[in-house]
């Protein structure tokens, strides 16, 4: 419901689409009989935040519901934000045109360390105060989410409440209390003594943080009603969860314009440098029958042609022999597409080419990650040089004319012999396509090869390992492009600066909540985009704060040192992340899941059962 006040700005911003709501399948509901507001905020652009399964699950999952509606937030992009400002009009929710501090739950799902200068951007812009202290009434409560909750303590200051884990079931138990607190015209102190008692609430002002002279810290000691250490939540049978029959279809192309379901959560793999291989741990799979009949209904109640099957890797998934062809039955009749997003080297089978064939054929995504056998086993990556040409050639005989191949730079262990070895295995990539008597004729091949800066992040075997310094990254792109020797091989890498950045937030602790509010008082925010990220307005705030980045990015930490997220459970235990990390310094793999259990202790959150057993 566009009000006036925006409708007036939309011809001076480019874009206006993304602020005018009333897409296909969004929900409008009665303000006045609803018990609950909720503004689900994606702290990023409308183009990424619809993209993001995780809202469209929780955002119907709310609106099911008849005493409460959730509507949607996006960060204004800087055109609109400026006419916001000038115009004095507040950030406001898509569906209803109200402003931000209309609402009683204001959700933020953190999904990348450099969107928490937009958090508060956010919250400026919708006229709620930036630190939860001086938030003083029952409501808004302010609640973040999503993988960055693993560590929030770098945002602590600023949330009442995070949610570490998974989503579905804690949300509505969450909303149910908060309803009840304010029929009862509770404090917020009152409210969120109950909410900490709640598994899979955490509550940061429940906990003091004490520090050793040496900036590490020395207690994190809980009061109130807070628990010790708080446990993530998770969904046990994601058959019988909650899981949405209709998308909101935007009105502009976003990143990831189709239709997705989940097949699987979790991963058997065990790569030490992947944080989400380890917080989403155990291991658990949809039936084929029902991933099959939602991603139908998905394409029927949207129109969208295409159908993406989501997961950490897809080609993991036990019963994908069954489900591709049971798709595609549906799929290939009325030309839909389905998009297989995360395929492994070493089980990419010539059944399944077979079957994609049949409805895809543009390029191929693999990650071997690293240059050599011996830092691919360092990080457990478990793919042989073999099964990467292999797989090539396959999909060359295919019909494929493209590959991107994903690697790292600034892996543990990593020489510069290794960077060298992305080189030649891209090329042996392109040698690949050439020996295929089959190929195309009077078409090339390319080879996209994308190297990301490694970041350690919590929860990973590599989580005490130092980050590489911008200036050792900077080499070692260097010494990659001096051995690329064709065109045929195209080069990409993240900047080493936003890496630095993403690298202190990821380990952080609460010292860097005065840093992310200086730097955004000098005006930093969209630091995830090259264009408006300002370098030299994070080094000064770190200056004037008082705090050293490298710190947290480029130390090594002892394995007995109490780290900022310790009070937080994933299910991994402490013991198997140090000798995983043991393993990769002598170059030692560790077999999947599958293949055997490693006992990383992830199942004790699910009743002691795992999917990959």
Request: with cysteine.
């Amino acid at each position: 419901m566009l009000n006036r006040a925006v409708e007036r700005l939309l011809p001076h911003v480019q874009k206006p689409a993304r602020y005018t709501g009333g897409e296909l399948n969004s929900v409008v509901k009665d303000a006045s009989k609803v018990k609950l507001r909720y503004a689900f905020c994606f702290p990023d652009s409308y183009e990424i935040g619809m993209s993001h399964l995780g809202m469209k699950i929780l955002y119907s999952l709310v609106n099911e519901r008849d005493d409460a509606w959730c509507e949607r937030v996006f960060a204004p992009w800087v055109d609109m934000e400026e006419e916001m400002r000038k115009n004095h009009v507040p950030l406001f929710a898509l569906e209803s045109g109200d402003a931000l501090d209309k609402f009683d739950l204001i959700g933020f799902t953190l999904q990348y360390e450099l969107s928490y200068s937009n958090v508060l951007n956010m919250l400026d812009l919708g006229n709620i105060p930036l630190r939860s202290k001086d938030r003083t009434s029952l409501t808004p409560i302010v609640v973040g989410g999503g993988p960055c909750a693993c560590n929030p303590e770098p945002l602590a200051d600023f949330f009442d409440i995070f949610l570490p884990g998974e989503g579905e079931e804690v949300t509505n138990e969450l909303i149910d209390l908060l309803i009840e607190h304010k029929e009862k015209g509770s404090t917020k102190l009152e409210f969120l003594r109950e909410a900490a008692k709640i598994e899979g609430v955490y509550v940061p002002a429940f906990y003091d943080v004490a520090y050793h002279e040496d900036g590490t810290i020395a207690s994190v000691t809980p009061k109130e009603t807070a628990p010790a250490r708080v446990k993530k939540r998770i969904i046990s049978d994601l058959d019988s969860v909650y899981y949405p029959d209709k998308f909101v279809v935007p009105f502009v192309d976003i990143v990831h314009d189709r239709a997705v379901t989940e097949v699987f959560r979790g991963c058997i793999r065990g790569c030490r440098f992947c944080q989400a291989g380890f917080i989403y741990r155990p291991i658990r799979e949809k039936k084929s029958e029902t991933v099959n009949h939602q991603a139908k209904c998905l394409c029927e109640t949207t129109g969208y042609d295409e159908v993406s099957l989501c997961s950490l890797s897809t080609s993991d998934y036990s019963q994908v022999e069954k489900l591709i062809p049971d798709m595609l039955s549906w799929a290939v009749p009325e030309k839909i597409n389905v998009s297989l997003p995360s395929l492994r080297v070493d089980n990419f089978s010539e059944e399944l080419m077979e079957e994609l064939k049949k409805v895809r054929k543009s390029g191929l995504t693999f990650a071997p990650e690293a240059g050599t056998q011996r830092l691919r086993d360092a990080i457990n990556k478990n793919v042989t040089e073999e099964e990467v040409l292999r797989t090539s050639a396959q999909a060359f005989r295919g019909g494929w004319t493209a590959v991107k191949l994903y690697f790292m730079m600034g892996l543990p262990t990593e020489t510069l012999d290794d960077i060298a070895g992305i080189a030649e295995l891209a090329q042996k990539v392109v040698n690949e396509f050439y020996k295929n008597p089959d190929k195309p004729k009077g078409k090339g091949v390319t080879v996209s090869v994308s190297v990301a800066s490694f970041v350690p992040k919590p929860f990973t075997p590599f989580q005490w390992e130092p980050q590489d310094t911008m200036e050792q990254l900077v080499e070692k792109q260097k010494h990659l492009l001096e051995n690329v020797h064709t065109h045929k091989i195209q080069v990409s890498w993240h900047q080493s600066q936003t890496s630095f950045l993403e690298g202190v937030f990821a380990r952080g602790d609460r010292k860097l909540c005065d840093v992310i509010e200086s730097a955004w008082k000098k005006g930093c925010k969209f630091d995830g985009w090259d264009e408006f990220f300002l370098f030299d307005k994070w080094t000064e705030a770190f200056t004037e704060c008082g705090v050293d980045p490298s710190f947290y990015s480029n130390r090594r930490r002892d394995f007995n040192e109490i780290l900022p997220w310790d009070h937080l459970d994933y299910g991994i235990r402490k013991e198997f992340l140090i000798a995983e990390n043991k393993k990769a310094h002598e170059s030692v793999t560790t077999p999947n899941c599958r293949q055997k259990c490693s006992a990383c202790g992830a199942a004790k959150l699910n009743g002691g059962h795992c999917d990959a057993k």
